[in-house]
Structure formats: C-alpha cells, structure tokens
C-alpha cells in the first residue's frame, strides 16, 4: 500500500555521519509502520541538541520541535513528566548505529556493556537511556515463530549499513504475559511474531517490539518522560472502525489535525499509550 505523503515543511541534513536519509518504512499487509516517539521534557532545545548529535535532522510539525531518524520521527514536547522510562511499561528505546566510535565521536557519552560486545547506551540531557547496538552485536537476530521467511523482519540478521537506523522498544510486563503480548499486537496491527534474540517479540516496519516479564509494578507510560509510542496507518479512519468493531477502545477517538495529520490514540493492555497517525510519513 502506497504511504500517505505530507508535504509539509522540509528537514535539515544532519550534523552527524552525513545526510540521513530519513522515512518511515513501507507499511505491512496491514497498513502499519512505526511512526514516532513522543517525550515530554523541560528543555527542547537541549533535547532537540542531544538527538541531532545523535544523527537525527530538526523539524518543526505544527508548533512541536521533531528530530526525524530513518523508520522514526522523535517529537519534543515542552512539559513536565512523571519520570523517565525507568519503572514505566516501556522500559527503553533502542537504534542500531554503525558504529559506536562514531557516536564517542560525535561527543556523546557511550556506556559500553562488557558483557554484550557492540551495545551500549547513552543518556539524554534529561536521563532518559536510550540503547544503542553497532554492528559487532551479536543479540539482535530475530527468528519468526514457526521458522517461515520474512523479507522485512530479515533487516535484523544483516549489517547495518546506514550510519543509524531505529531498532526496537522494549516493553516489561507481568511475568507471564509475554505471550499474551505477542498475541495482541500480532491481531491488532499485523505484526510479525517471534524471538529477538532470548526475548519475546514482534516485528513490523521500521520497529522491533521487545516483552520481558519482569515482577514488580510497572506504571503506565502516559505522563511519563516517554509519554506514548506511535505507529504509521494507511487508511487510519477505516482502521480505526476495524479496531472499535473487535472491542478496541479509544482514548482519544479519530480525528484530523489543522496540519491534515489524522491521529486516535489508544492504549495496550499492560499501560504503553499508543498514538495511531496517518499523514507523518514523507515530512
């Protein structure tokens, strides 16, 4: 299905590595892509910085400041949060880079794991982590369940070749609910089932979904430094029929911005906020 382009207002390149040539990956069968993630911080400026150095290019989308990533756009909205994705459902964000050197390089602070060769992580200005893997990791391939061939989850199993590129979220649940997650958002937006790594998974464009069941109480991510996730719809106000008819409830029903953006916002059944778009692909 072809995307939905918006021609709103053009990027700048990026100060990192080069041009990114930033979009959002084709959609599945089901029209779904990742699209974005939404934070809430107390200074854009120094956020917007961070993920420039990071090798993102700047934006504006209406008033709110974006920072656009080949698969994802990174939207910064100035507001106060409840705390970082520590103890939140969501527990961290992951890119694949090229190369770690590069991001030292860059001036950013990497905090390699000596156990894990080629991962690491760096902190916001704000103390957000945000994971990082280059292409001497060895804990990202993913396996579908049942072993059949994926052209687009097969990104997984080759180099990166981009200097960076979104990888995945990684949700923490309930022991035992893993499954039950892999589940929902296979029946809900088409997603691909299977193990990244050791870990629970699904796949679709452009974003990776990790679930580990891990005990004690996870908050919901509404109101969080990371407030909700957001996936990319072809044909979002038909989906979003299809979604209600099978018992989805909306937190915020369809609807279409002054920027022709179309947005509903809905939320998983383990707390992660996710806002369903249509028109961002193409920014």
């Known amino acids: ?51 420039m150095t990071l090798g993102g290019s700047p934006l504006t989308v209406g008033s709110t400041d974006v920072v656009r990533f080949p ?9 106060e949060s409840s705390g970082n994705s520590e103890g939140s459902v969501v527990n961290h964000v992951a890119f694949r880079v090229r190369s770690l050197e590069a991001v030292e390089a860059a001036g950013l602070e990497v ?28 804990n990202l391939t993913f ?9 687009t989850a097969a990104r ?20 035992g609910a893993e499954a039950d997650a892999k589940a929902w958002y296979a029946r809900l937006f088409g997603a691909t089932p299977g193990k990244r790594w050791d870990y629970d998974a699904v796949d679709l ?8 069941g891990r005990p004690g109480e996870r908050v919901p991510t509404r109101g969080r430094m990371l407030d909700h996730i957001g996936f990319e719809v072809v044909g979002l106000e038909a989906f979003c029929r299809a979604l209600e008819a099978s ?37």
């Open 205 to 212: 464009p452009g974003i990776n979904l990790n679930f580990s």
């Open 71 to 79: 698969d994802v756009l990174v939207f910064l909205t100035r507001a």
């Open 156 to 175: 997984h199993n080759r180099r990166l070749e981009a200097p960076i590129a979104f990888h995945h979220v990684h949700l923490y649940l309930p022991p």
């Open 111 to 138: 905090l390699r794991l000596a156990q894990f060769p080629g991962v690491a992580s760096v902190m916001t200005p704000e103390g957000e982590r945000i994971e990082l893997f280059d292409n001497t990791a060895t």
């Open 247 to 283: 018992g989805v409830r909306f937190d915020l029903p369809y609807r279409r911005d002054e920027a022709g953006v179309a947005r509903a916002l809905l939320t998983d059944p383990w707390g992660t906020s996710i806002e369903l778009t249509e028109g961002l692909n193409g920014l």
């Open 143 to 151: 396996t579908v369940d049942g072993g059949r061939p994926d052209a």
């Open 1 to 51: 299905m072809k995307h939905l382009c918006s021609a709103v207002i053009v990027g700048i390149a990026s100060v990192w590595a080069g041009p990114v040539q930033a979009q959002l990956a084709p959609p599945n069968e089901a029209g779904v892509a990742m699209g974005h993630l939404h934070y809430r911080v107390r200074d854009v400026d120094a956020n917007r910085r961070f993920w």
